[in-house]
C-alpha cells in the first residue's frame, strides 16, 4: 500500500522593500513592501510545480495590494 503527501495552493515570497508611496486606499505615504505570489503543487513536501507567478507591492498599513 502507497500513500502520497501531496499539496497545492497559492504561496507568498517577500522580496524586500519596495518604493516609498502613497496608498491610494488610505492615503498614507509609506515604505511599502514588495511579493512575488504563485501556485504550486508539491509531492512529499517537495515543489514540483510552480506557475502563475506575478509581483506586487503592498501597503504596509492597510495591505492594498497594486501590481507591477
Do not use: D
Not at 508611496?21 to 513592501?33: A, D, E, K, L, V
Not at 514588495?34 to 495591505?63: S, Y
Amino acid at each position: 500500500m502507497f500513500f502520497f503527501l501531496f499539496g497545492y495552493g497559492t504561496k507568498q515570497q517577500h522580496l524586500g522593500a519596495g518604493e516609498v508611496r502613497t496608498c491610494p486606499r488610505c492615503h498614507n505615504t509609506t515604505q511599502w513592501s514588495r511579493i512575488r505570489e504563485f501556485k504550486q503543487f508539491t509531492l512529499f513536501f517537495i515543489p514540483v510545480a510552480r506557475w502563475g507567478r506575478r509581483q506586487f507591492e503592498v501597503c504596509g498599513i492597510c495591505g492594498t495590494a497594486v501590481a507591477i
